[in-house]
C-alpha cells in the first residue's frame, strides 16, 4: 500500500488532538442524535412533508441534513441542485419536482424513494464486500452523495464520511486501492472504510468521526481549498450527437450509455492526457481540430454524475434525454466507441427543436450550454408534458398494482417478500378472486416495468409433459424427429443470458417470469422431470447445472427467473398433487373482496365510478354476496366462495343494473352453485335466494 508510513505518522499526529477537539464531540453527538430523532425503523414512516426542502419546513431531514444541525455531521452534501434528494419543492415553478422535471404524483415518487433508500440502508448494514451492496434502484438516481449520508448516519461503522466521489477517488489512489470506475459512491466509501481498517490494525475500532477527517485531513483538504475557490457550476446541461448523424443512438439507448470516437488518432485512455494542449497534440496539432479537442476534454473532465444530456440528430432534432450515471470509462475491449459515460435515458422520443428553442443547435458532438439559461429552460419543455401529465408509458409500481388488484398493501408486501425469497409462489384462491389477473400485474410491479417480453404464460392440462414444457423430439415437415426446446427451456436462456450479463457488469439482473395458470391440473413430476430440484430458490446457481435427459446441455435456473402459479381452491384434483408441489412453493390464499373492509370499499368504488352502477345497487350486491360465501363457507369450505371478479368489467355503464347482474347469475354463477350442490337441491334453492332477490 502507497504511503502507508507517512500516513502512520499522520496518524499519530492526529487522532489524540482530534479527539480531544470540541468539533469531535459535537459530531459525535449529532451522529448519535439522528438515530434517536430518526430511527431506521420509522424512518419508513417519514412523510413527504418532513422530507423534502422547499417547503419552508425547517424540521424536514433533508433541511437539517444540508443547512441544519446535521450539515457537518458525516459527509458534505451541500451546494448544487435539491434534485440530490430525489424530490424537493419548487418555489419558482409552485410544485413538486424532481430530476426529470415537474410531477403530479409526489406521494408515489416519495414513497419509491423512501422504499428503495430503506433498501439500500439495509444492504450495507448486512454487507461484507463491496459486491453485496445493492444500490442501483432506478428512484435512486443522481442521488449518490445523500445515499452515501443517509447510510452513514445508520452505519457509521462501514462507511466514510465523505460522499464526493473525487475525493473518494483521491483516496483510494493515494493509498493504491484497487476498484472499479462502475462503483457507486456508496460502494467507493464502503471499500475504503473496509480497506483501511483491516490494513491498519490500530485504526480497526477507530471512532468513524475520527477516521473520516484523519482521511481528509490527509488526502483531501489541500485539493478542497482549491476547489472552493472556483466557481461553482452546479448541474450543466449537454446536447450531445450519438455518433455520425445520431447513428449510434439505438445502440446507446439500449446500453444506457453515451460514447464518443477518436479512435482513428489512437488516442487510447482519454484520462491520459494532462491538459486541452496535450490532447491537441496527440491529434495533429492543427487548430481544425479545436472542437474535438474540446469534446473530448469535457467528455472526460467537466462532464459529471448527475448533468443532463439531450441527445440530437444533426442541428434540428432532440431524439432522447438523460442523466449521466457514471464516471469516465475506457474499454480496450469495445470494438469501437470505447471512451464513454453510463447513462440513464429518460426518453427515446424526436422532437424538432425549433418549435422550443427557435434556432438550430451546435454542430460539436458534445456542447455545454448551461451558459445559456433560456435554452435550458426551452429544451426542459421539450419533454415536459410527459413527465408533468403521465409516466413512462409501461412504468408499473406497487401503487399501480394497487390501483388495479382488489387487495390490501399488507397482503401485496407479504405476497412480493415471499416472491423474492422463494422465487416460486401458488395464488390459490376461490373461482373470481382474481388469481390469474394478478398474477402478471405482480410482476409487473416486481420488475418496475410492464414487459411482456420476459414473461411467459402457459395453461397445464392432464396431457401436457416434459417434451412440451422443456425438451423433447418432435416431429418435422420432412417426416423426421427433431430435438425442439419447450416454453419454459427458452425462457431459461433468456434469463441466463441476463444475468450472467449483469453479473459481470455488477449490475441487478433484469427480472423473467413464468405463470402457470391451473398449474394443478398438470403432473408436476411429469412436466418438470428433474429440473424439480432446480427451481428450488436455494439450488438457482450455476453449481448446480445438470444434463438434461434428450441433451448434455449443462442447464441451471437463474436467480432472476420466478414462477408464478395459479391455483382453484373449488378444483377436485387439488388433492392429488398438493404434496408434490408443498416443498418447493409457497401457497397464498386470494380472498374475495366481500371478505375485507379495505378491498370492499375499494370494489364499491370501482363498481360506482368506472361501471357507473348505482351506489344503493351496489350496496346490495356486496351484502348478498357477503352472505352467500358465508352459506357456502358453513356447507362446503372456504374454498368455494364465489369471487369478486365475477362483477369486474361487465356493467360498463350500462343503464339497466338489474339486467346485467340478472345475465351473470343465470348464466355464470349459478351454474357454478349447482356444480357445488348437485347432490343437494335444497342448497341449490337456498343460495339462489340469497342472491336472485337483491
Partial sequence: MKNKEEFEKHCLEYIQS?????????????????????????FIDLSLEDYVLGTNNKNSLCYKIEFGKYKYVGPSIGGGSSAKYGIYYSKDKSSFTTINGITTEPERIWKNIKEDVFKVIHSVANANSVSEIKDDYSSLKGMPSYIVKISYFYFPQKLVSIAG?????????????????????????????????????????????????????????????????????????????????????????????????????????????????????????????????????????????????????GTDTIIGKGVVESDYIYDENRQDYKSYRKVNWLYNEEKSHADYIGHGLAQKTLTDISKFPEDVER?????????????????????????????TEEKYDNIVNTLERKKNIILQGAPGVGKTYCAKRLMYSLMNYKDDSKIRTVQFHQSYSYEDFIQGYRPNDDGNFELKNGLFYNLVQEARREYERAITQNEEPKK???????????????????????????????????NL??????????????????????????????????RRFAFINLEPAFENDET?????????????????????????????????????????????????????????????????????????????FYDDKDKVEEAKKIIENI
Avoid at 369486474?648 to 339486467?659: A, L, P, R, S, V
Fill in 512 to 546: 423473467y417470469c413464468m405463470i402457470i395458470d391451473e398449474i394443478n391440473r398438470g403432473n408436476l413430476s411429469k412436466v418438470f422431470g428433474e429440473l424439480m430440484m432446480l427451481i428450488e430458490s436455494d439450488k438457482r446457481d450455476p453449481k448446480w447445472s445438470i
Fill in 165 to 313: 466521489r473525487k475525493y473518494l477517488k483521491e483516496i483510494l489512489d493515494t493509498f493504491d486501492i484497487e476498484y472499479s470506475e462502475d462503483y457507486s459512491s456508496l460502494k467507493l466509501s464502503f471499500l475504503i472504510n473496509q480497506v483501511i481498517r483491516s490494513e491498519f490494525k490500530e485504526l480497526s475500532n477507530i471512532n468513524p468521526v475520527t477516521l473520516g477527517n484523519l482521511l481528509w485531513s490527509f488526502c483531501c483538504a489541500n485539493n478542497y481549498e482549491t476547489d472552493k475557490n472556483k466557481q461553482s457550476v452546479g448541474q450543466k446541461t449537454w446536447v450531445y450527437s450519438p455518433g455520425e448523424n445520431a447513428n449510434r443512438w439505438n445502440e446507446f439507448y439500449n446500453e444506457g450509455i453515451m460514447a464518443i470516437n477518436y479512435d482513428e488518432f489512437e488516442l487510447g485512455d482519454l484520462r491520459q492526457y494532462a491538459s486541452k494542449s496535450e490532447i491537441k497534440e496527440a491529434m495533429g496539432g492543427t487548430s481544425s481540430r479545436k472542437n474535438d479537442v474540446l469534446a473530448i476534454w469535457e467528455f472526460t473532465n467537466v462532464l459529471k454524475i448527475g448533468d443532463i444530456v439531450y441527445a440530437k440528430r
Fill in 600 to 676: 370492499c370499499d375499494k370494489l364499491k368504488d370501482y363498481l360506482i365510478k368506472d361501471e357507473k352502477v348505482e351506489a344503493v345497487f351496489v350496496g346490495r350486491i356486496i351484502t348478498a354476496y357477503k352472505r352467500l360465501n358465508n352459506f357456502i363457507e358453513h356447507s362446503l369450505g372456504k374454498d368455494f366462495k364465489i369471487g369478486h371478479s365475477y362483477f369486474i368489467n361487465q356493467f360498463n355503464g350500462d343503464d339497466d343494473n338489474e339486467e346485467v347482474y340478472k345475465s351473470i347469475v343465470n348464466y355464470e354463477i349459478l351454474p357454478l352453485i349447482e356444480e357445488y
Fill in 549 to 582: 435427459t434428450y441433451s448434455d446441455d449443462e442447464f441451471y435456473i437463474p436467480s432472476n427467473l420466478y414462477i408464478i402459479g395459479t391455483m382453484n381452491t373449488a378444483d377436485r384434483s387439488l388433492t392429488t398433487i398438493d404434496y408434490a408441489l408443498r
Fill in 18 to 42: 482530534f479527539e480531544q477537539s470540541d468539533e469531535f464531540i459535537e459530531k459525535n453527538n449529532y451522529l448519535k442524535d439522528f438515530v434517536t430523532e430518526y430511527p431506521l425503523e420509522k
Fill in 379 to 407: 429544451l426542459e419543455k421539450i419533454y415536459e408534458k410527459q413527465s408533468t401529465d403521465t409516466r413512462s408509458v409501461n412504468e408499473y409500481t406497487r401503487f399501480d398494482f394497487l390501483d388495479e388488484v382488489l387487495m
